[in-house]
């Protein structure tokens, strides 16, 4: 016969092994109210504080701190580099990546408006009168 201690420690080690595994699984699976939550940034746009929008400003504007606009006809586009012939024939390369703003849909033989820093890394490009 199958003693008492036999059965209460195999009761009890499959209860510890149901309730443990129960317990690692809520450990690791997130909680309902963060697989609902999107980009914080997205959703707070619209509803920022005055200090979130103080901070916004100051961020954009010491990005934009030191930069030159340059305006002219977009004759080339190749590996991220816009091609910019300027006033008085001069050719300018904008260098762009995922933080340039692009305003707009941009294409060779529109005149367009630059905003770029010291390395003339382009940091919004805005077409001034697209070409149809």
Request: net charge positive.
């Amino acid at each position: 016969m199958v003693s008492i201690p036999k059965i209460v420690s195999v009761l009890s080690c499959g209860l510890s092994l149901c309730f443990g595994s129960g317990v690692a699984l809520a450990e690791h699976s997130p909680a309902p109210s963060d697989l609902m939550k999107s980009d914080a940034t997205s959703d707070r746009q619209g509803f920022q504080s005055d200090n979130e929008k103080e901070m916004n400003d100051a961020q954009s504007s010491k990005r934009t701190e030191g930069a030159k606009t340059i305006k002219g006809e977009l004759f080339r586009v190749e590996d991220g580099n816009y091609f910019v012939k300027v006033k008085g024939g001069k050719e300018v390369r904008l260098h762009t990546d995922k933080t340039t703003q692009m305003k707009g849909e941009i294409k060779k033989g529109d005149q367009i408006e630059a905003k770029v820093n010291h390395g003339n890394h382009a940091l919004s490009i805005r077409a001034t009168n697209p070409t149809h």
